[in-house]
């Protein structure tokens, strides 16, 4: 099984879905429920059969497995090609970009897959410090345009502010009984991004509930 096929059976659960890797085919098969839902090759790229492509590309399930396998075949990409960390202690890193002082870089690990950091790096790239680690790419990549400068901290949400968007999505998406199926696909992808983009909200949605706190009973 290659790297893109171990990076998408790990996330299939989170999808719905089930897999298993053909010994003889070499190809994942990835099924919904009890029914197969499409296969992806050793270089990452995506079957359907023939006979249910039509409806399969209709549901949501076929634009979120899309946008993980877009997503890992970028990051293993980089990967494969990138060159080996030269600073002490992080030989296990390869390096996935840099811009300044800053560099991005991931590691592999058979049994627990990627991790990703941005790291402040010393000009004769022989130390490294500051490392802001994350198994998610799409956080990895905005550590490291953030960090960088490549964005102005004035186009970024600061997290009370993304907190705050959070819980208009989601006030918008549960109580909004006139969004088309376009406009509630959107709002889960934001909805999904920030999740990813600040930790806090990953570990606790925010919302306009009010929290659960002490009665006084007269």
């Not at 897999?19 to 197969?36: E, K, N, Q, T, V």
Request: with cysteine; hydrophobic share 30%.
């Amino acid at each position: 099984m290659t790297i893109y096929q171990e990076e998408l059976l790990r996330r299939l659960p989170q999808l719905d879905c089930t897999g298993y890797y053909g010994y003889r085919d070499g190809l994942l098969h990835i099924f919904h429920g009890d029914a197969p839902f499409c296969r992806q090759t050793p270089e990452g790229f995506l079957r359907f059969y023939e006979d249910q492509f039509e409806a399969l590309s209709q549901t949501e399930l076929y634009d979120k497995i899309h946008q993980e396998v877009r997503a890992i075949r970028e990051y293993v990409g980089l990967y494969e090609e990138a060159p080996q960390m030269e600073a002490d202690g992080v030989h296990d890193y390869r390096k996935l970009a840099e811009y300044g002082n800053i560099v991005l870089a991931g590691t592999y690990s058979e049994n627990y897959g990627f991790m990703f950091t941005t790291w402040n790096q010393d000009k004769e790239r022989g130390y490294v410090s500051s490392g802001d680690y994350s198994p998610n790419y799409e956080y990895a990549k905005e550590s490291f345009v953030r960090r960088s400068g490549l964005i102005q901290e004035q186009r970024l949400f600061q997290p009370a502010e993304a907190e705050n968007l959070y819980r208009c999505v989601d006030y918008a998406r549960n109580h909004c009984g006139s969004l088309t199926f376009e406009q509630s696909k959107a709002l889960d992808e934001l909805a999904e991004k920030l999740s990813y983009g600040y930790p806090e909200i990953e570990k606790n949605h925010p919302t306009f509930e009010p929290e659960d706190g002490p009665q006084l009973n007269l």
